[in-house]
């Protein structure tokens, strides 16, 4: 079993690996099988968990996982319970699975979480940028305290018809158009090719396709028509957890080692 120095080592190598990488990756479509010196894969037998043994000196071929993914979640309908301009914590109702699939994103895989969301309920005069701001902060400390987080929030309170003054704009940020999305591609450094993007409406797969983003998701019936860009359909939650985990599951998590395992 690695001890937290030779994790750390290892993890280090792994991660100057990727770096040096990372134009084969660009290049190859994001996946690259790579050699690692050092180590070996070690499985254990009763918990599954995999981690590589520094001490050993045989070459290894892993997969590396792409470092530049980030899963992007709509935020009414897929965080919290769609009732329409929610603006206070009190009217905030998570989603059920919202954190396991969170959990899933950030401490499996180990890449970002962002929140893209329109919220012309600020351009309509319904609430203000404070108590959006206020709200916004709570549901980052809740997903904190379930163990988990979100590495940004974007949003876009402006509506082309119904805003209000300086708000009566079509604006770019806006989804269906995908100026959030190349937001945080740009702040980030993300690679939209190995991106998901999970929402409950077309806008936000529209955004998502306009964005170049790999894997589009909504939430929903499988009524797609043939205009809309083509995505995949889940029921729920759980159904989007356990798609994630046969899409990306292979993509990133061999080359991670686990501290966490006591089995030798
Ligand atoms: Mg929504």
Redesign the pocket.
């Known amino acids: 079993m690695p001890g937290v120095a030779e994790g750390y080592r290892v993890q280090c190598l792994i991660d100057a690996t990727r770096r040096a990488h990372a134009m084969d990756r660009r290049r190859s479509g994001g996946r690259a099988s790579v050699t690692i010196s050092m180590g070996v894969w070690k499985k254990c037998p009763s918990c599954g968990t995999r981690w590589i043994s520094a001490r050993c000196c045989r070459q290894l071929n892993a997969e590396v996982y792409m470092p530049n993914s980030a899963l992007f979640l709509?935020?009414?309908?897929?965080v919290n319970v769609?009732r329409g301009y929610i603006h206070r914590s009190e009217q905030f109702e998570f989603v059920p699975g919202i954190f396991d699939l969170a959990r899933f994103w950030t401490n499996e895989l180990r890449r970002p979480i962002v929140v893209v969301t329109n919220q012309s309920g600020i351009g309509r005069g319904y609430f203000d940028e404070r108590a959006y701001a206020d709200l916004t902060r709570w549901m980052c400390d809740r997903f904190e305290a379930e163990g988990t987080a979100i590495a940004r929030v974007y949003h876009c309170p402006y509506h082309p018809q119904d805003g209000i003054g300086e708000y009566r704009c079509d604006h770019p940020w806006r989804k269906p158009k995908p100026g959030m999305l190349l937001q945080a591609v740009s702040d980030l450094g993300l690679d939209p090719a190995h991106c998901a993007i999970l929402?409950?409406?077309i806008s936000?797969i529209e955004a998502g396709a306009a964005a170049g983003i790999g894997l589009l998701v909504r939430i929903g019936s499988r009524d797609a028509k043939m205009a809309e860009p083509l995505h995949d359909v889940v029921a729920d939650l759980r159904e989007a957890l356990a798609l994630f985990r046969f899409h990306f599951r292979s993509h990133f998590a061999t080359a991670v080692p686990d501290q966490r395992c006591r089995h030798p």
């Open positions: 709509d935020r009414d309908g897929v769609d929402g409950d409406k936000d």
